[in-house]
């Protein structure tokens, strides 16, 4: 998706953060789920500087998954996590993506049921 000046905040929140934005975003900007929710649904008005904020927040960069970038780095780094701890977490992921595959390969009966 192309972010443009008038593009709607909440497309570039769901951008950002996947389908479920709300509590992420609550959680980068550092406000309740609540206050998202009462600009979603217009009942107080979004700050000025939010909708390009975010807009401009979405990455453009040619393969690159956005909602990746809104939920694994914005989140985990808005949570606490400096840029070595999110590294380590992401090695853990991808090893655990290699068990699996490792135990898929090896007819684990609970990975081909996750498989489907």
Same mark, same amino acid.
């Given at each position: 998706? @192309?972010? #443009?000046? @008038? #593009?709607?905040?909440?497309?570039?929140? *769901?951008?950002?953060?996947?389908?479920?934005?709300?509590?992420?975003?609550? +959680?980068?900007?550092?406000?309740?789920?609540? @206050?998202?929710?009462?600009?979603?649904?217009?009942?107080?008005? +979004?700050? *000025?500087?939010?909708?390009?904020? $975010?807009? *401009?927040? +979405?990455? @453009? #960069?040619?393969?690159?998954?956005?909602?990746?970038?809104?939920?694994?780095?914005? /989140?985990? +780094?808005?949570?606490? $996590?400096?840029?070595?701890?999110?590294?380590?977490?992401?090695?853990?992921?991808?090893?655990?993506?290699?068990?699996?595959?490792? /135990?898929?390969?090896?007819?684990?009966?609970?990975?081909?049921?996750?498989?489907?």
């Amino acid at each position: 998706m @192309t972010m #443009t000046p @008038t #593009t709607d905040w909440k497309e570039s929140a *769901a951008a950002l953060f996947g389908p479920d934005w709300i509590a992420p975003l609550s +959680v980068v900007l550092g406000c309740s789920r609540r @206050t998202i929710e009462r600009w979603r649904d217009r009942v107080s008005p +979004v700050p *000025a500087h939010v909708p390009p904020m $975010l807009a *401009a927040g +979405v990455p @453009t #960069t040619s393969g690159f998954s956005s909602d990746l970038y809104g939920r694994k780095v914005l /989140r985990l +780094v808005a949570e606490g $996590l400096d840029l070595a701890m999110l590294r380590d977490s992401l090695r853990a992921e991808l090893a655990a993506i290699d068990e699996y595959e490792r /135990r898929l390969a090896a007819g684990d009966a609970l990975a081909k049921i996750a498989a489907g």
